[in-house]
């Protein structure tokens, strides 16, 4: 006996799905940054949730590799921002990578005083989050660089690549519910 497929079934349970374009992320900066995170949210353009695996272990049984889950992994996550007209969303970001090195002291800040949480909301259609991702000790590692040219208009763009510890969401069940705003 073949499925029957009901387009009307499909859609009473599709809802439509999640959207692209709906999410909310405010940049938390650290205490040695000053930095103003409301217009810091205003300036992002886009962003992914972050990823996640788990790494596989073959072990050898009977001449086959038998594979087992091994530990998480997870991926950097990275921001795309526009840059304002004074170019202090990326003063932000270098000031913070001085916290973590100074180039002209080479003195290397303590961990706990440049690593925050970070949080990205997953938005429905009508505005209210949906899932809720937290990421524990970020720090960017990466601050992409800008395209100038003569020959464009845009609004000039550039990446943020943060490292992390993990992340976990609010739809999960881990055994301790996990504190969102």
Known sequence: MSPQFNIDSYRAKFQGGAR??????????PAGVAADTETATYLVRSTSLP??????IPLAWQGFDFKVAGK?????????????ADANIQKYYHNWMSLIHDPTTNIYTNPTNYMVDQQIDLLGLDGKPITKYKLFACWPKVIGN?????????VVQFDVTFG?????TDKASYGVTPTFG
């Open 20 to 29: 692209a374009y709906l999410f909310y992320y405010k940049p938390v900066f």
């Open 164 to 168: 992390y510890i993990y992340h976990v």
């Open 72 to 84: 998480y992994t997870y991926s950097d996550w990275t921001v795309t921002f526009n840059c304002d």
């Open 51 to 56: 990823e996640t695996s788990i790494d596989e």
């Open 146 to 154: 800008s395209t100038l040219d003569y020959t464009q208009n845009d």
